[in-house]
Every structure is written in C-alpha cells, then in structure tokens.
T-cell receptor, first 113, second 114 residues
Framework: EDQVTQSPEALRLQEGESSSLNCSYT??????LFWYRQDPGKGPEFLFT???AGEEKEKERLKATLTKKESFLHITAPKPEDSATYLC??????????????FGQGTTLQVKP | DVKVTQSSRYLVKRTGEKVFLECVQD?????MFWYRQDPGLGLRLIYF???????EKGDIPEGYSVSREKKERFSLILESASTNQTSMYLC?????????????FGQGTRLTVV
C-alpha cells in the first residue's frame, strides 16, 4: 500500500537554528514527490517537485532532497516568517493521469525570534 | 500566475441546508479535486474529476456530490448540511501529464454548519 509519513509532527526552532523535516514513503512506483507550505487558514502553497532519487531543489532558505525511501526539507537559518505547516505529497504511478495524491499529515514548524 | 479561486472564504449554513461550494481554475487543468481538512486528520479527498462530466469518489464521499459541467469549474454540493461537515474545504487542480503534475490549491473555504 502506498503511504507517506512525516516527522516530526511539530518542530520548534530558534531563529537561525537549521534543521530538517522528514517525509518517509512507500510506493510501488513514484511519479513525483511534492512539498507544500500551508499558513493557518489558507490553502497549501506549492514549493517543490522531485522526480528521482538524488534530485535536489532549492528556494531561498529551503532545500528539498529525495532518496528511494524518503525526502528531506532542509531549512537553513530559518526566520520567523518560515513558521508554517509543511506538507509532503506523493504522486504514485498507479494513479496514472488522475493526479490523485497521497498526503502526509504535515510538520508544523514554529521559528521563534 | 496559476490561479484556483474558491467562491467564498467563510460560510455559515444551517443544518439541513443544501450548500454549494464553487471552484474555478484558469490553468486549463484536466484534473480537479475537493478535499476537506480537519485538525489531526490531515487532507482527505472527497471527490475528484479527471475530465468534464467525469467524477470519481475519493476517500470520504458520503454526504457530498460534485458537478463538473465545464473544464474550469468544479462544484462541491452538500446535499443536506450537518454539523459534522463543519470543516475547511480545499479545491485543487492539476495537469494530466508525465511531469509537472503538482496540484495547485485555492485559498480554502471555512464552512461552519450550525
């Protein structure tokens, strides 16, 4: 069965304290893995797509990496405005063109000044 | 810029009312989705559509129906609203392709059923 597990559920960091969020997955075949950021009361905002093991994507203080079993979202020197819930989602090959995604439960990040 | 627009940010409805949530996308995407999001339960798929007039049940379709008469518009219908349907509702759309299949979300509709 295809599934996604994110850890930790919640993470508190001091401003400037780098860390990583984990997304572990099992899937029969991976079409893509996505990271989203969600602010309270708003819809998820797309951040990155990763397609194959070894791939990396960067945007400002965020870097996403992918292996065959997990993805990491590395946050370097975070600022309070990086506080949000970060969601990981899989697009399995089995979902073909319907685009059905499997979402993790998310990691809620709080960055204190 | 890609855009998915939901008709309301906040709605308050009475138990038993028929409720319509509208979603429009301007990206010419084939796939459209309705999710609900509740604390501790994450995103749960209600219905999705991969083509005009085509729809499939997601994980929690009970008490809901959908309509897709035009490619850009996907409506979620609560046939008879109940208090357990109080939730954040999120619409999304994506492309049918082998790459760039990420979903884009609307701003969400916070529905309260009283």
């Amino acid at each position: 069965e295809d599934q996604v597990t994110q850890s930790p559920e919640a993470l508190r960091l001091q401003e400037g304290e780098s860390s990583s969020l984990n997304c572990s997955y099992t899937v029969s075949g991976l079409r893509g893995l996505f990271w989203y950021r969600q602010d309270p009361g708003k819809g998820p905002e797309f951040l990155f797509t990763l397609y194959s093991a070894g791939e990396e994507k960067e945007k400002e203080r965020l870097k996403a990496t992918l292996t065959k079993k997990e993805s990491f979202l590395h946050i370097t020197a975070p600022k309070p405005e990086d506080s949000a819930t970060y969601l990981c989602a899989l697009h399995p090959r089995g979902s073909s063109n319907t685009g059905k995604l499997i979402f993790g439960q998310g990691t809620t990040l709080q960055v204190k000044p | 810029d890609v855009k998915v627009t939901q008709s309301s940010r906040y709605l308050v409805k009475r138990t038993g009312e028929k409720v319509f949530l509208e979603c429009v996308q301007d990206m010419d995407h084939e796939n459209m989705f309705w999710y609900r999001q509740d604390p501790g339960l994450g995103l749960r798929l209600i219905y999705f559509s991969y083509d005009v007039k085509m729809k499939e049940k997601g994980d929690i379709p009970e008490g809901y129906s959908v309509s897709r008469e035009k490619k850009e518009r996907f409506s979620l219908i609560l046939e008879s609203a109940s208090t357990n349907q109080t939730s954040m509702y999120l619409c999304a759309s994506s492309l049918q392709a082998t790459v760039n299949t990420e979903a884009f979300f609307g701003q969400g509709t916070r529905l309260t059923v009283v």
